[in-house]
């Protein structure tokens, strides 16, 4: 999957990954105007904090990276952003209830709570503040 970019101004918005079934949702006020984000498919070598695992399903990775306009890295979010997997019936049949979402963080995978989008059965999110 190439990288995908998406710039958000203060508004919010949501910056998607279309090969890998994953968005960030950011709210708005959470990121200064301009803020670029960068959703691509991570070297498992050396993963950068922002990449999180879709788990249990065959594995599914994805890595957000957010900058200002001068290219500073962003790693805080308030209020938090909530990155979200968008699951196939065949993905529900065959795992749930055995699937989980990581979030790679200091050299380590962290496994953070996520829940179904009320109305939308077929994602799962987590909301995070920080990576």
Do not use: H
């Amino acid at each position: 999957m190439p990288e995908q970019t998406t710039t958000v101004f203060g508004g919010g918005g949501t910056a998607g990954c279309p090969g890998e079934d994953a968005t960030v949702t950011v709210p708005a006020g959470a990121v200064p105007n301009g803020t670029k984000i960068v959703c691509s498919k991570p070297n498992l070598n050396g993963l950068p904090n922002g990449t999180f695992r879709l788990g249990g399903l065959g594995d599914r990775y994805v890595s957000f990276a957010f900058t200002d306009a001068n290219g500073n890295p962003i790693t805080s979010f308030n209020p938090p952003v909530t990155v979200c997997f968008d699951l196939s019936l065949s993905d529900i049949a065959n795992v749930f209830p055995y699937f989980f979402i990581d979030q790679w963080k200091n050299g380590q995978w962290v496994r953070v709570p996520f829940d179904f989008v009320p109305g939308v059965p077929l994602k799962v999110c987590t909301t995070m503040s920080s990576w």
